[in-house]
């Protein structure tokens, strides 16, 4: 019951040359559309590329007065494939890298690499003030707690972070949404910071720790 579908997640910030925008997109055109990919691009400006592949999505915007850019991966796997998650890992990976070499070359200035996992699971609603205790036990930093009633529904958002024995930061957040039912539909995400070339090792321990944290949550709230 604890994990329906899982998101995995690459989003990279990086400057484009302002005279080689369109040089950029047309790269990523020319790549995906020989793997059968859907590509979408912003004719008028070139400023957007949506790319749907085989179970995952590329998307880049540009801003074309700085050639600021950001260009996120999204893969998704269901509880199932949970077990080879090592495999999923290598799959978004080897999209983040092929995808960065096809504009690098246009690229003046590589900024920040963020990764996330989202997870899905149904959590009682009265159980939610336990969760805040027992999150706070654990050392998890809460900087946010909000509930709202919108329209009949109830929305729980809680956020924080947590510092790993190497000072690196993780970021979680979990929001809860309830719709007139005592189970609430939540999702928790998990996101830190990395690099090029520890993107793959960084999500499989990435991924570990969401599904140690959902269970946990679980078996809080059950």
């Not at 880049?60 to 007065?65: D, E, N, S």
């Not at 509880?79 to 080879?84: A, H, Q």
């Not at 999500?203 to 969401?210: A, D, Q, R, T």
């Amino acid at each position: 019951m604890t994990f329906r579908v899982l998101y995995l997640g690459i989003e990279a910030e990086l400057r484009i040359d302002l005279n080689q925008i369109e040089d950029t997109c047309y790269a990523l055109f020319e790549l995906y559309s020989k793997k059968s990919a859907v590509v979408s691009i912003d004719k008028v400006f070139c400023t957007r590329v949506v790319i749907y592949g085989i179970n995952y999505e590329l998307r880049l915007f540009i801003q074309r007065t700085t050639g600021n850019a950001l260009m996120s991966i999204t893969m998704r796997f269901d509880s199932s494939s949970f077990r080879s998650s090592y495999n999923i890992v290598q799959r978004i990976s080897a999209v983040f890298e092929e995808a960065l070499s096809a504009i690098s070359k246009f690229s003046r200035e590589f900024t920040r690499v963020r990764i996330y996992v989202k997870s899905f699971l149904r959590i009682p609603t009265y159980r939610i003030h336990k969760l805040i205790e027992e999150l706070n036990k654990l050392g998890i930093a809460l900087t946010r707690v909000e509930f709202r009633d919108l329209e009949e529904n109830s929305v729980y958002v809680l956020s924080g972070m947590h510092i790993d024995s190497g000072l690196k930061i993780h970021e979680i957040s979990l929001i809860a949404i309830a719709r007139n039912v005592p189970l609430a539909e939540a999702t928790v995400t998990i996101s830190t910071t990395s690099t090029p070339k520890s993107v793959c090792q960084d999500l499989v321990s990435l991924i570990g720790m969401s599904r140690a944290l959902v269970e946990l949550i679980a078996s809080i709230v059950h």
